[in-house]
């Protein structure tokens, strides 16, 4: 489905074609960031009737340009040859699919994704906004990007003059869902968008992630047995000041991920740069007011959803 591909080199920024012989996807997972997307990724991926991207977040239909100093670290495909590349193999799989959270708050995304492949299913992961903007803070902190402590942080990012993935943090602004939500509804309908809560994602992963597999057609008993035993992007903490000192520079991070192989950059990171511990509490009066923030926000979500989601609010 779509359009002639573009050739390497030529950027497709406005259209992201689509070339309708070579592989390409049929269900994205579109964010919310920091909203259990890169566990759904991975139990998908073992799934004997899914294909999922070998990059797990190509970002190939938004449309930001990162800054200098994350290039590095954030990977985009932008040419539909090398995007559809990461669909090689995938000819066999009924359900054929990728995760970039960066679709969810880009504005043209959807419209994007709607006129490359138009049949595409899409699946919205949503977090209560405000553990979904502390969890950020947290692992922006601990990997050295962010110095400030949360309050300052907040401040700082939400006056910030440039917006946007790869510009700036978007603490709150990724949070807001309601408009988020709805550009997708309106563009590929009801019937083709399924939402679910991060907060039913855990708390009973295996149901959640039969209901994904029921939506997007392929058989919900044949996730492997130890499939959901993992459990993906942890919560994470630097070991030290050092360790953030070197996260934070970036001629080491570049020169490592030249150089040394990736195994023995997982190693390092895993021994000497984090420990897996555990989230150091929010101070109350910052999630209080977060939680007024945000209040609006998710009164008209549930308008738009026609749903309950007292679980995206903080709980006394």
């Not at 998908?44 to 100093?69: A, D, G, I, N």
Request: with cysteine; proline share 7%; glycine share 4%.
């Amino acid at each position: 489905a779509g359009a002639t591909a573009l050739e390497d080199g030529q950027p497709d920024h406005d259209v992201r074609l689509i070339d309708p012989e070579k592989p390409s996807p049929n269900f994205f997972i579109v964010g919310a960031a920091k909203g259990g997307t890169t566990s759904m990724y991975a139990y998908l991926s073992r799934h004997p009737e899914v294909f999922m991207s070998t990059l797990k977040q190509p970002h190939y239909f938004s449309s930001f340009k990162v800054k200098h100093q994350f290039d590095n670290f954030m990977p985009v495909i932008r040419q539909s040859r090398s995007y559809q590349e990461l669909f090689v193999g995938s000819e066999p799989y009924k359900a054929v699919g990728e995760a970039s959270p960066s679709y969810l708050c880009d504005p043209g995304a959807a419209i994007r994704i709607k006129s490359a492949i138009p049949h595409a299913k899409i699946i919205i992961s949503l977090r209560n906004p405000v553990q979904r903007a502390y969890y950020h803070y947290l692992m922006e902190f601990h990997e050295g990007n962010e110095t400030l402590p949360f309050r300052e942080a907040l401040e700082v990012d939400e006056n910030r003059s440039e917006k946007g993935w790869g510009v700036s943090f978007q603490y709150i602004e990724l949070g807001l869902y309601a408009d988020q939500v709805e550009q997708y509804l309106n563009v590929f309908g009801p019937a083709n968008v399924l939402v679910v809560l991060f907060e039913d994602f855990v708390r009973d992963t295996p149901a959640v992630m039969e209901q994904i597999a029921s939506f997007l057609g392929i058989d919900p008993t044949q996730y492997p047995e130890d499939c959901f035993q993992r459990v993906h992007n942890p919560f994470e903490a630097s070991r030290s000041e050092f360790a953030r000192m070197i996260l934070r520079c970036r001629p080491i991070r570049v020169t490592s991920k030249r150089l040394a192989p990736k195994k023995l950059r997982s190693a390092v990171r895993d021994r000497l740069l984090f420990k897996e511990t555990q989230k150091p509490k929010m101070d109350d009066d910052i999630r209080q007011r977060l939680a007024q923030h945000f209040a609006p926000d998710l009164e008209r979500l549930e308008q738009v959803l026609d749903r309950d989601l007292e679980l995206l609010r903080e709980q006394e």
